[in-house]
T-cell receptor, first 113, second 117 residues
Framework: KAGVTQTPRYLIKTRGQQVTLSCSPISGHRSVSWYQQTPGQGLQFLFE???????NKGNFPGRFSGRQFSNSRSEMNVSTLELGDSALYLC????????????FGPGTRLTVL | AQKVTQAQTEISVVEKEDVTLDCVYETRDTTYYLFWYKQPPSGELVFLIRRNSFDEQNEISGRYSWNFQKSTSSFNFTITASQVVDSAVYFC??????????????FGAGTQVVVTP
């Protein structure tokens, strides 16, 4: 069974631009969660989607948004990029339970110049 | 407030030594889950083990073992006979079974393990 895939793997943007990251979960998984990893703040939860609905959201500004499609694929968007948005963005997929094991993708490394 | 604390920033060992990683968590839930993940230099978080709050039985899986003690809110992880390929950052994570915690893992700061030949 294929794992979680994320595209692109690397991205360079400039301040003020916007970016869209994509995540395809493991086949049969309906939950997709997004995390931001930075050296200063560590791993932080962004949001989780299940059956095209956002179920939970972390403490991030409204510039961070996401959505999920009917095939469970998810996209994350960051508008008006700031230097501090440079990070590794990890996507995880799970089945249905809030406490199910989440399996992570390889991440998208975003650099904002 | 930090709910998962990994006090060890970095541990360096020589191959074949055992490595024990400490994790202390904080929660008011009676039902919760604890996880250990490994992050090699490639960046992907690799799932290692999972334990629920109702099962304090400690187990061994290959070279991995864990010690879950609710009385001290600790969930320690041991790698036996370490190998160079074990070099990575190890994260302890907590998932609380509240309805507003869907899909939310709360991670510790991570412990860098360096295994030298």
């Amino acid at each position: 069974k294929a794992g979680v895939t994320q595209t692109p793997r690397y991205l360079i943007k400039t301040r003020g631009q916007q970016v869209t990251l994509s995540c395809s979960p493991i086949s049969g998984h309906r939950s997709v969660s997004w995390y931001q990893q930075t050296p200063g703040q560590g791993l932080q939860f962004l949001f989780e989607y299940f059956s095209e609905t956002q179920r939970n959201k972390g403490n991030f500004p409204g510039r961070f948004s996401g959505r999920q499609f009917s095939n469970s694929r998810s996209e994350m968007n960051v508008s008006t990029l700031e230097l501090g948005d440079s990070a590794l963005y990890l996507c995880a997929s799970g089945t249905e339970s809030s406490t199910d094991t989440q399996y992570f993708g390889p991440g998208t490394r975003l650099t904002v110049l | 407030a930090q709910k998962v604390t990994q006090a060890q920033t970095e541990i360096s060992v020589v191959e074949k030594e055992d490595v024990t990683l400490d994790c202390v968590y904080e929660t008011r839930d009676t039902t919760y889950y604890l996880f250990w993940y490994k992050q090699p230099p490639s960046g992907e978080l690799v799932f290692l083990i999972r334990r629920n709050s109702f099962d304090e039985q400690n187990e061994i899986s290959g070279r991995y073992s864990w010690n879950f003690q609710k009385s001290t809110s600790s969930f320690n992880f041991t790698i036996t006979a370490s190998q160079v390929v074990d070099s990575a950052v190890y994260f302890c994570a907590l998932s609380e079974a509240e309805t507003d915690s869907w899909g939310k893992l709360q991670f510790g700061a991570g412990t860098q393990v360096v295994v030298t030949p």
